[in-house]
């Protein structure tokens, strides 16, 4: 069974720092482009981050770019969301998906596979 798995989350105060993790079964990380998006309360899922197969390529939203860094570890087969500098408004469920093939449209395609339960992000003094 294909999966991933979402963990690292938590509360932390603004300006603080976290590292998310989304972990592989059933299928090597490398062999998809892997987005983590992301749901506030009341608002849409959104595209937060994506690194391509070859993990040449990443991709970031407006709002998160010099602030976050995704990253893979092949032998662990992880993906990570480093997150610095956070904001109230990165709180959320942070949830890792197969993208395909490559980054490009991530955002907007549907996702390999289904939603996993996600890991929550608090951002909060």
């Known amino acids: 069974q294909l999966q991933l798995v979402e963990s690292g989350g938590g509360l932390v105060q603004p300006g603080g720092s976290l590292r998310l993790s989304c972990a592989a079964s059933g299928f090597s990380v490398d062999s998809y482009a892997i987005g983590w998006f992301r749901q506030a309360s009341g608002k849409e899922r959104e595209g937060v981050s994506c690194?391509?197969?070859?993990?040449?390529?990443?991709t970031y939203g407006d709002s998160v770019k010099g602030r976050f860094t995704i990253s893979r570890d092949n032998a662990k087969n992880t993906v990570y969301l480093q997150m610095n500098s956070l904001k109230s408004e990165d709180t959320g469920v942070y949830y890792c998906?197969?993208?395909?093939?490559?980054?490009?449209?991530?955002?907007?395609?549907?996702?390999?596979?289904?939603w996993g339960q996600g890991t929550q992000v608090t951002v909060s003094s």
């Open positions: 690194i391509n197969r070859s993990g040449s390529t990443t």
């Open positions: 998906a197969r993208a395909g093939s490559f980054c490009s449209g991530y955002t907007t395609r549907p996702i390999f596979g289904s």
